[in-house]
């Protein structure tokens, strides 16, 4: 399965786009099934209908668990690191977490789930988050994680559009030097939510927490309790693994549904290949497990692959931004895969911070989630990769499941700011407005794929329709990712950003018309419009135009606080906006179109080149906007 040189790659590209069935089931064929499938893959992108491995039958956790117990019982899977580095690491192996993984699952089946039933998880990066994953795996119920630092709006949202039955979280979690009330924030959500019957609550800070008697159940009273085995229930190929809510450019963030064989075939092979996996390694991917990274780099894909991973608790500059170089120092941590943001953000620090560690188990280096800058290429590359360390920038999406366009890393040649080259399986495409494909090198387009992959989406939860408008309708027969690209003379990709109206906030999507709808919630608020900027850590930043009410224009401070704090209320904290100008009205077309064009170059800065104006229906707005500029 492993790509074993240059040559290789483009060997093995080349028969995955030629005889791709024989290609993926060959892969497919390293892992565990319960009954083998009878095709590989059947897909039509207009419906859109896609089927991997058809009718086998198999259970992720026995390929993430309990067929490594022969041989790695005793070896860690992960090494939990704390968010205060003076609490203590701890080591989990196989056999440990085989054991609170089955414990776990019959505890759920205690509490009523069963195959189908979907399960919120709500915790911070601590090991009962891997735990409550796969035991939702392995008694088929699909797991919906909602990352700790949304609101209890959002979660309301999200454990209702999926009808969740149970609900998993903490007393409350530990991020840097603040402590959150995880479990206020649930009670909260739950007062709008119908379908949760019981709520499972994790101690971690120990802190006072209201239980209601019938609803809510401790951990510790329930889970020791349970046999250590627990069946694996057999699920078909196409039966969904994970819902995980993402935003895009219209409406509430949308369930992206991912299915298990594929998605297990995919991540696990895509790990192996791009890191160039080798089973001394010891792995750490940074990211928090809400988002997609977590779940198929922190958990899924080192799992299947046998790994031993760290799992961070905290934040990267908590005590001091020297964290991360720490870690990897203490842990000997071989691969590290972070966020461009993290790197900007402890680059911006100082090299104080780095330089007293050695960091000489660093083998390879990943980046992901949005694109890194050479400035930030150049100081992973010196500073931490000591120039001795090949760097994987790795483009992929919540719906691609797994990495996409990528180095392999010390086979592929790599490029600052280049993702480089399509994994096996990968077929990129530019193409133009019109759908029109672009051919030859030195070309910008938009990025689509033409062949169905093993990890991609199958459907939006609960609302099919809107998978196919948003990823297969703009282009016939073709998934369009939403991001812009270059593909320059050596047919490598650089991924030049989003092409809709998505902002990516330190490698987080948040979606344009979510955010002004909560911004529209506040009652002095007309109407909003909301676009990106240039920031120097984030990457994008959040600039919010807000049509005031007349009678409170003088009320800037104020007003422009009760935003934020709707927009923590209604978002979360990580979708507060960096700029907020409040104005008299926006540039409009004489259709009432906003023209976000010009709202962008005046938030870039860009005021002298604002093209033409003279299709607005009040010109005059421009020169107040750039006026009162930010
Ligand atoms: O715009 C691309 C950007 O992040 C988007 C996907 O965001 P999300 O679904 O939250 O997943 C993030 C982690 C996989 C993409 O449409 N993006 C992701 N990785 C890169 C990137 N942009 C440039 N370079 C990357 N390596």
Redesign the pocket.
Known sequence: MQITSFEDYKKQYQKSVEQPELFWSEIAQHFTWHKPWEKVVEWDFKIPAVKWFIKAALNITENCIDRHLKDNANKTAFIFEPNNPNEDAQKITYAQLSEQVNKLANALKKMGIKKNDKVCIYLPMIPDAIYAMLACARIGAIHTVVFGGFSAKSLTDRINDCECKLVITSDGSYRGSKTIPMKDTVDEALQYCKSVAHVLVTKRTGQSINMLNSRDIYWDTIVPQQSNTCAPEYVDSEHPLFILY?SGSTGKPKGVVHTTGGYMVYTAYTFLNVFQFKHSNIFWCTADIG???GHSYVVYAPLLNAATSVVFEGTPAYPNPSRFWQIIDKHNVSHFYTAPTAIRSLMSSGLDYITPYKLNSIQVLG??????NEEAWHWYNKHVGKERCPIV????????GGIMI?PIAAITPTKPGY?TLPLPGIQPILVDEKGNELYGSNIEGNLCIKFPWPGMIRTTYGDHERCRTTYFATYANLYF???GCKRDKDNYYR?T??VDD?I?VS???IGTAELESAINTHPSIVESAVVAFPHDIKGQGIYAYCVVLESNRQKYEQITKEILKTITKEIGPIAKPDKIQLVTNLPKTRSGKIMRRILRKIAEGEISNLGDTSTLLDPLIVNEIIAGRK
């Open positions: 993402t988002w997609v990274t980046s992901v989630g949005e694109p890194i920038d790795t483009w992929w999406q919540t719906e691609t990528s993702a990712t939403g991001d991924i950003g989003r998505v990516n490698g987080h999507r």
